[in-house]
């Protein structure tokens, strides 16, 4: 398949809801692998679905863990998978097997996990209330410093090529280290036009390009250039290239994320399934793509080539694609379309074996030299290449082979009676890892001990907000009802009625009496 023909000439942004993905629970998080062929999306029971995104089927479920998934992150060569639960732990997993190769607990809630772009034996950990922290696969962690020891909602990214880390916090100040040293490279503090600071609510990079992104509490979304940050050095002023927000219902935005060429910016709302896309060199709103009314965002992810997003709510994975128009004359150039049936005027000899009427080709001296064709080298392909790439064979992770259940027969015809093995059930599946003849191997748990860590805090997504309990109890409550107070459905049943309902079960008088 040529790849270049998936970029299209006009607009490159989604425009029309394009399905659903069924998770067969809650979804809650999801993340695209590096080249887009693969979708993981965490749930509400533990579980991590992996889809194959060209086949839009389920390739594999890994029971990761026991809480809630709260964040994903693939490695570069797409073969790790990092994830973070609400029970304060963090896994690294094998994608082909299925295996947890390393297990980190944490002393408090992880908001954020995050694989090093170019490395994967590290990894960045954003955890609840205190600094964040730069993990190695094998245990030990950096504490990043901080601007001020008092504010502790800090917010972590890599840049693109993993070589800084920028940290924001709810003063508006950003600091950018490096990676490896962790050493103060350059800050600066966002402000709003009364030079009153703004929190930092998340940073965003962009796959191609320098610019990055960062959301704040003042719902204002700035896009700034790394290189000017980096050149202003300590305590800079740079300005950033472009700002976008909703000037008519100043919404709060929940997640935002840059295409896969960096040229177009979405965010979705914080208030209601909403996806609102702009032009980042102009700064325009070009679309504004509805979900299902009364529906909350969880989670937006932009497919690294294709104009597609994935967008999660209420549990549901909604797919975001361009409207794909049928243009036959791309087949047969000469092929045209009618509106209306035409009589057609046959030539004389169209439909002849031999064309007589056909003038004889001259012959030509000089025969065109045909070369070889070389079929088995693989060239790079641009659009999955970064500018500095210099590893040419890449062996990154495509597709999953998918293992089909064997169910064993309950009568087998053929054979011997005593062919079936000792131990073994009719009737019963066999598990991927016994169909593979391997066991698992075994789990290196390791404990992050931090110091000042808030024990006692409970993680977001298990402590809802004042607005998601009112909704969740709007749906409980029956249809036409008043409330609690005045709906008779709600009023609490006297003791004396328990009492004595109870003593009519028991005797056993309820059928007669009733």
Request: hydrophobic share 35%; with cysteine; charged share 25%.
């Amino acid at each position: 398949m040529n790849l270049e023909l998936l970029e299209s000439f006009g607009q490159n942004y989604p425009e029309d809801f394009d399905g659903a993905l069924d998770c067969m629970s809650i979804a809650v998080c999801c993340q695209f692998n590096r080249r887009g062929t693969l979708l993981a999306v965490g749930c509400n029971d533990g579980r991590i679905v992996i889809w194959d995104f060209l086949t839009r089927g389920i390739a594999k479920i890994i029971t990761a863990h026991v809480h809630p998934v709260c964040s994903l992150s693939w490695s570069r060569d797409g073969y790790k998978l990092l994830s973070a639960s609400t029970d304060n732990n963090v896994a690294i997993w094998d994608v082909q097997t299925g295996d947890c190769d390393y297990r980190y607990r944490f002393p408090s809630p992880v908001l954020k996990v995050q694989f090093n772009p170019r490395q994967s034996s590290a990894f960045l950990v954003c955890p609840m209330k205190h600094a964040a922290v730069l993990v190695n696969v094998n245990g030990k962690h950096s504490t990043l410093p901080l601007d001020d020891e008092t504010d502790l909602n800090i917010v972590a990214s890599f840049d693109r090529r993993g070589m800084y880390i920028f940290t924001g916090n709810a003063r508006g100040k950003i600091l950018v280290l490096n990676a490896v040293s962790l050493k103060l490279e350059a800050s600066f503090r966002v402000t709003t036009g009364t030079s009153n600071t703004t929190a930092i609510k998340s940073i965003e990079f962009a796959r191609r390009g320098e610019c990055f992104l960062v959301n704040t509490a003042d719902r204002i979304i700035r896009v700034y250039e790394s290189g000017e940050v980096l050149a202003c050095g300590k305590d800079g002023e740079p300005e950033p290239i472009q700002k976008m927000q909703d000037l008519v219902n100043k919404t709060l935005w929940k997640k935002c994320v840059f295409s896969g060429d960096g040229e177009y910016i979405c965010a979705g709302s914080a208030r209601q399934h909403a996806l609102y896309i702009w032009e980042k060199s102009i700064g325009n709103l070009v679309k504004i793509l509805h979900g299902t009314k009364g529906e909350l965002l969880l989670d937006v992810a932009w497919h690294p080539v294709r104009p597609i997003m994935v967008s999660i709510s209420s549990g549901v994975v909604s797919v975001w694609a361009q409207n794909q128009v049928e243009n036959w004359s791309a087949f047969a150039p000469d092929f045209k379309e009618l509106d209306e049936n035409v009589e057609y005027e046959e030539r004389e000899s169209e439909f002849d074996i031999e064309d007589d009427d056909k003038t004889p080709e001259r012959p030509t001296d000089k025969e065109e030299d045909t070369g070889d064709v070389d079929v088995v080298t693989v060239d790079t392909i641009a659009a999955f290449c970064s500018s500095d790439e210099e590893d040419h064979g890449d062996t990154s992770l495509l597709f999953l082979p998918i293992t089909p259940e064997i169910e064993e027969p309950e009568e087998v015809p053929w054979g011997p009676p005593g062919e079936q093995a000792e131990g073994t059930s009719l009737g019963r599946k066999h598990s991927p890892s016994e169909q593979n003849g391997r066991k698992r191997k075994k789990t290196k748990v390791i404990d992050i001990e931090l110091e000042n860590a808030p024990y006692e805090e409970v993680h977001p997504l298990m402590n809802p907000t004042r607005k998601e309990r009112q909704q969740r109890g709007r749906a409980r409550r029956p249809a036409k009802t008043k409330g609690r107070q005045s709906d008779p459905a709600y009023r609490p049943i006297k003791k004396t009625k328990i009492r004595y309902l109870a003593f009519r079960i028991e005797s056993g008088y309820c059928l007669y009496q009733q």
